[in-house]
Antibody
Framework: QVELQESGPGLVKPSGTLSLTCDVS?????????WSWVRQPPGKGLEWIGE???????NYNPSLRSRVTISVDESKNQFSLNLNSVTAADTAVYYC??????????WGQGTLVTVSS | QSALTQPASVSGSPGQSITISCTGT?????????VAWYQHHPGKAPKLIIY???KRPSGVSNRFSGSKSGNTASLTISGLQAEDEADYYC???????????FGTGTKVTVL
């Protein structure tokens, strides 16, 4: 059973860069799966941010594409999210998730990131 | 690409059946048999309960069922139980430009 765990700073300053890592356990990241980031602002719904395959191919939500980079580190069995030029609107619980079809079968517990000075 | 439209809340008594709708467009729900449903208890990880419109992952109760007609997908929960009280989100694949679009979310209350 694949397990995912997010980690990273819980507080980021406006205009800074939000950086999170998702550790994958119980399975290898080197599979025919896609590894995604999803977020949920307080009181709002879920929003897909983007995904990456272990070979390095990445896809992003068009609304965030200009600010997002998702990368993978096969040696550490983890993948990462970088979101730059953050504002208060980026305050959210950030989840990492995986899918091999077109649905997210495995999710991390989520981590709250607050953008504030 | 706008979020898929769901009712904000649906309620029912224990044992009853409820249905949650998820309305999209010809660019997502109508074009692909790839709608998934997630159950989300606040503070916990979302849980996949329906994929590819109507399929249930192993271990998910058969009280949950999914269907689709045109640009609207639906989730039915039969034999409503107290543990079903949660937020529910639909999500559709939307092609190689927008990829995944979530619904606005529905809060299910068991009366």
């Amino acid at each position: 059973q694949v397990e995912l765990q997010e980690s990273g700073p819980g507080l980021v300053k406006p205009s800074g860069t939000l950086s999170l890592t998702c550790d994958v356990s119980g399975g290898s990241i080197n599979t025919n799966s896609w590894w995604s980031w999803v977020r949920q602002p307080p009181g709002k719904g879920l929003e897909w941010i983007g995904e990456i395959h272990h070979v390095g191919t990445a896809n992003y939500n068009p609304s965030l594409r200009s600010r997002v980079t998702i990368s993978v580190d096969e040696s550490k069995n983890q993948f990462s999210l970088n979101l730059n030029s953050v504002t208060a609107a980026d305050t959210a619980v950030y989840y990492c998730a995986s899918h091999s079809g077109y649905s997210f079968a495995h999710w991390g517990q989520g981590t709250l990131v607050t953008v504030s000075s | 690409q706008s979020a898929l439209t769901q009712p904000a809340s649906v309620s029912g008594s224990p044992g009853q059946s409820i249905t949650i709708s998820c309305t999209g467009t010809s660019s997502d729900v109508e074009s692909y048999k790839l709608v998934a449903w997630y159950q989300h208890h606040p503070g916990k990880a979302p849980k996949l309960i329906i994929y590819e419109g109507s399929k249930r992952p192993s271990g998910v109760s058969n009280r949950f069922s999914g269907s689709k007609s045109g640009n609207t997908a639906s989730l039915t929960i039969s034999g409503l139980q107290a543990e079903d009280e949660a937020d529910y989100y639909c999500c559709s694949y939307a092609g190689s430009n927008f990829f995944y679009v979530f619904g606005t979310g529905t809060k299910v209350t068991v009366l």
